[in-house]
């Protein structure tokens, strides 16, 4: 069998948005250490990897765990928030300290539902050349029965209005130094990271993992914030919803051409028609539907605004060829 080239093992960094964990950092942090000094063992990844907690303005004791298992082992490393931003920013600020600072990063939630085992692997990927490598999960048995359909829905949602995420793929993922770099150049305030990391490009894998129970504390994330984080995504990738409203002005336009003719026949065919009908039933129609057209016009315009103001970047170069 011939071996494919590989690429020197990484420094590579763990990224945790952390919120109010201070039951489940004593748990995580031991084992993503024990990882480490076993991939460090067996030449996968630099001795000079570590971890990064990023804490999002926790009121409890998080921060003061952190610092105290700082001091224990210098390669736990921390970021504090000022206040809760939720954990799409808490993470953007873990992965935007670590840039320049590390070959490739693994986001992953503090509570280890995501198996931290599949990091092996993604390193593998990441060796063998891969920059963006997904975590998918393979199951939910261990998600609740609720939890489980409005995930569900949540991913079809997103879909029918025209967002492209990666299925069953939440925050746990690697990254390339490279990918991280092309993500800082987006300067949007309203950040949905599954959203934005499928866009980048680059080479990616994905890599399947079960998904265990919180080893501790409980989910900070209840169906508002699930909710929440929805509507963000599909606002700031879509301005699908403005073009239905066009798209509805466009069939009742249709629909006012049926019922004029049907309400022409009637005024002039019909014996009993109150006076004022048809003048009403026109003018409901016609208005009603050329408003509605009006409407998803504007929100054309708005939706080429809403893309502007975003500053994306247009393109990402991924290879140079000079001198
Ligand atoms: N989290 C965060 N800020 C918040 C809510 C959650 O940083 O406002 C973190 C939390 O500490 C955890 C991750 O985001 O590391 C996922 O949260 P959780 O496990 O509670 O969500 P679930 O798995 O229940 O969806
Ligand atoms: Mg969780």
């Not at 891969?130 to 997103?158: C, L, M, N």
């Not at 009006?294 to 315009?301: A, D, L, P, R």
Request: hydrophobic share 40%; with cysteine; proline share 4%.
């Amino acid at each position: 069998m011939t071996k494919q080239a590989q690429l020197p093992p990484p420094t590579l960094a763990i990224v945790i948005p952390c919120y109010n964990e201070e039951e489940a950092l004593p748990h995580s942090i031991p084992a993503l250490k024990s990882l480490l000094d076993e991939l460090t063992t067996k030449g996968e990844i630099k001795a000079d990897s570590y971890i990064m907690c990023s804490n999002d303005g926790s009121n409890d004791g998080t921060w003061q765990l952190i610092e105290e298992m700082h001091l224990e082992d210098k390669r736990v490393r921390g970021i504090s928030l000022a206040h809760n931003r939720g954990h799409q920013y808490a993470l953007l600020a873990g992965l935007m300290s670590v840039i320049d600072r590390c070959d490739a990063c693994v986001s992953i939630d503090a509570d280890l539902q995501d198996d931290p085992r599949a990091i092996v692997e993604m390193v593998r990927d990441y060796r063998l050349g891969k920059e963006i490598v997904y975590g998918v999960r393979a199951s939910r048995k261990t998600d609740t029965f609720f939890k489980r359909s409005t995930a569900r829905g949540f991913y079809s949602f997103q879909k029918a209005m025209g967002l492209e995420t990666v299925y069953d793929h939440a925050d746990y993922r690697l990254m390339s130094n490279r990918a991280l770099q092309l993500l800082s150049e987006y300067g949007e305030a309203n950040m949905f990271l599954r959203g934005i990391i499928p866009q980048i490009g680059l080479d990616t894998a994905v890599v399947s993992y079960d998904r265990n129970h919180r080893v501790a504390g409980e989910s900070k994330y209840p169906l508002s914030k699930m909710l929440a984080l929805s509507i963000d995504g599909i606002t700031s990738f879509s301005a699908k919803p403005m073009q239905w409203i066009f798209m509805v002005g466009l069939i009742s336009f249709v629909l006012t051409l049926a019922v004029t003719i049907y309400v022409l026949i009637s005024y002039f065919y019909s014996t009993h028609i109150n006076p004022g009908w048809a003048s009403i039933m026109l003018s409901i129609w016609g208005l009603g539907s050329m408003i509605l057209m009006s409407i998803g016009i504007v929100g054309e315009y708005i939706g080429k605004i809403f893309v502007e103001v975003k500053g994306r970047p247009r393109y990402a170069i991924k290879d140079r060829l000079w001198d």
